[in-house]
């Protein structure tokens, strides 16, 4: 049996140890998600980097001379 943190009541090692065991699938689950959350950041990450290359070569070239674009076609 172990004290709880006010130490007035008996706290019954078998629901300790269920609190305990209930604790660590919890951090566990939140580990998880943390992975999947950075690996997913990373995707939108690599994906804003193309979208704004993209968008870049759309500004350059709509800034473009018309005779530069022309002589390209």
């Not at 943190?5 to 300790?16: D, E, L, Y």
């Not at 566990?28 to 193309?50: F, G, M, W």
């Amino acid at each position: 049996m172990l004290l709880n943190s006010n130490s007035t009541q008996v706290i019954p090692r078998s629901q300790h140890e269920d609190e305990s065991a209930l604790l660590r699938f919890k951090i566990e689950e939140l580990n998880r998600n943390t992975v999947r959350l950075i690996a997913e950041a990373e995707k939108l990450i690599q994906e804003s980097k193309y979208l704004s290359a993209r968008i870049k070569s759309f500004e350059n070239s709509a800034t473009m001379p018309k005779w530069s674009l022309s002589a390209h076609y």
